[in-house]
């Protein structure tokens, strides 16, 4: 036998795969892509309220918006911190940076009287934002 024939049959005995192995890749991102998908709702949700419940239809909008929510004990709350009535205006002017179209949700529980709700409300349309609303919950039928 040549020393050819013998090259040859060792080249072919030690080529190396140039392919990758994605199946290790494709199982990590699946069980990343699960985590995250239960994560994310725990994530959304910061003082808890015992909204009011509504047939209204849901408002889609892009962007996140201020949050101000108000507890059964009265307590008022900026995104997920508390604040004297006081501080509201102030802050959330500070805030909005001077954006008055900056969607501000108003999220009261029900036991909370109707009044205080609205005057919150109120104050914060008297302050120039345009686009203040109330959450409440879907009603099951």
Same mark, same amino acid.
């Given at each position: 036998m040549s020393n050819r024939m013998l090259l040859k049959g060792l080249r072919k005995k030690n080529k190396s795969i140039n392919q990758i192995n994605v199946t290790p890749f494709v199982d990590v991102m699946l069980v990343l892509l699960?985590?995250?998908?239960?994560?994310?709702?725990?994530?959304?949700?910061?003082?808890?309220?015992d909204l009011p419940k509504t047939k209204a239809a849901q408002l889609n909008q892009k962007g996140d918006p201020i949050v101000v929510s108000i507890k059964k004990t009265g307590d008022l709350y900026l995104q997920e911190? !508390?604040?004297?009535?006081?501080q509201l205006l102030p802050r959330l002017k500070a805030? /909005?940076? =001077?954006? *008055?179209?900056?969607?501000?949700?108003?999220?009261?529980?029900?036991? !909370?009287?109707?009044?205080?709700?609205?005057?919150?409300?109120?104050?914060?349309? /008297?302050? =120039?934002? *345009?686009?203040?609303?109330?959450?409440?919950?879907?009603?099951?039928?």
């Open positions: 699960i985590v995250f998908m239960i994560t994310a709702p725990l994530l959304t949700v910061g003082v808890s309220v911190r !508390v604040i004297d009535t006081v805030i /909005s940076a =001077g954006n *008055k179209n900056l969607r501000i949700y108003v999220r009261g529980d029900k036991d !909370v009287p109707y009044g205080i709700v609205l005057e919150t409300i109120a104050k914060i349309k /008297s302050s =120039g934002f *345009k686009k203040v609303a109330l959450v409440a919950k879907l009603k099951e039928s």
